[in-house]
């Protein structure tokens, strides 16, 4: 168990519809990745907050949102959803410092039908 | 820009021989580089890094991977493989291009899949 948990573990919705995905990281890491896994595309990353705020941005769609709380948990939102949005969505989070490694949660499935 | 290539999609290898699963790396600057696994219907799970010191990092589970400047290159191995070995393997390396260098995002190989026969 890596001690980050993402609910729900599997998720089935429409095309045009929004979910939220939920991550709360391992107790004491300010860091919040959410990364894409899809066959064709492989594992993407797609954004990262440190302690509540934005710190680095990568190939998320602007249908696409997130945001970390006080608390550090952290939300990815996905809207006007698509069919190719269908795949597995990873959070992960790591330590202060450079050069730590990301401890990942066991994903969300998303199926969009 | 950073990239990790993962040439191979599949690697089969009898039980109790030893695998090499092979990486190879472009950055520009110092290369963080990273192994991770990842079984049937789970999350990553990290296996190693190498920042810097010793090329040959060791890590969980009996693997190791050798670090090689001049040859860019991070290959994972194990002397002996066992069934339970067999997943999907994950090169990464480090991404410190945006995010003023206070970032570890992570750009990830294809992965190759480990298929150890009994």
Redesign the interface.
Known sequence: D?G?TQTPKHLITATGQRVTLRCSPRSGDL?V?WYQQSLDQ????LI?Y?NGEE????NILERFSAQQFPDLHSELNLSSLELGDSALY?C?S?PRG??????????TRLTVV | AQSVAQPEDQVNVAEGNPLTVKCTYSVSGNPYLFWYVQYPNRGLQFLLKYITGDNLVKGSYGFEAEFNKSQTSFHLKKPSALVSDSALYFCAVRDASSGGGATNKLIFGTGTLLAVQP
């Open positions: 890596s980050v860091s990745y492989g594992l993407q990353f990262q440190y710190r680095a941005k990568g990873f992960a790591s450079q050069n730590t490694e990301a401890f990942f949660g066991q994903g």
